[in-house]
C-alpha cells in the first residue's frame, strides 16, 4: 500500500494546486471541496473525492517486489440529477491526471491512464445526486 498513498498524494498534490480560472478547485466552486475517500457529511456540493482501489500486488523482478499497480477513483459529486453541473469539473480532472508522471516525495510516480468513467445517480431521503468516477491505473515499471 506504500505506493497507493505516494500516488493518491501524488495525484492530490496536482488537484489541489489548480486554482486558476479554469481549475479543479475553481469550477467546484472552491478549495474545502476536496477530499481523501467521502465528502463529510455538511460539506458543500459539488466536491471531488479520491479514493485507492484495492489491487493485488502482482508486479515482482525474479520474485523481488518491483511496484504495486495502483487504481484511483477520481469522484466528482453534485447535487440533483443533472451531470450539466459537474460535467466540466469531470473533464478538467481528466486532463490534468491522464498521463501524469514525474517525481513526488523523491519517489518517481509512473503514468496515469484513465481506465474506466462511470456515471450514476443516487437518491437519499428524496434528494438526487449525480456522480461522475473515473478510475486512473499507474503503468507499472521499475522504479
Known amino acids: 500500500m506504500i ?15 489548480d486554482t486558476g480560472p479554469s481549475g479543479v478547485v475553481t469550477l467546484l466552486g472552491g478549495g474545502e471541496r476536496l ?15 479520491l479514493e485507492v482501489v484495492p489491487l493485488d500486488d502482482l508486479t515482482t523482478a525474479n520474485g523481488d517486489h518491483v511496484w504495486q499497480p495502483v487504481l484511483l477513483d477520481i469522484g ?7 451531470y450539466g453541473p459537474i460535467n466540466a469539473a469531470a473533464d478538467r480532472a481528466y486532463q490534468l491526471l ?3 508522471a514525474g517525481v513526488h516525495e523523491d519517489v518517481y510516480m509512473p503514468k496515469l491512464r484513465r481506465r474506466t468513467v462511470r456515471n450514476f445517480i443516487d437518491t437519499e431521503a428524496g434528494q438526487s ?4 468516477v473515473q478510475t486512473f491505473y499507474t503503468e507499472a515499471q521499475p522504479t
Open 3 to 17: 505506493e497507493a498513498q505516494r500516488v493518491a498524494r501524488f495525484a492530490m498534490s496536482l488537484l489541489v494546486a
Open 35 to 49: 477530499w481523501r475517500a467521502l465528502v463529510p457529511q455538511g460539506k458543500p456540493l459539488p466536491a471531488l473525492t
Open 76 to 82: 466528482i459529486h453534485g447535487e440533483g440529477a443533472d
Open 98 to 100: 491522464q498521463g501524469a
Open 129 to 132: 445526486y449525480a456522480h461522475i
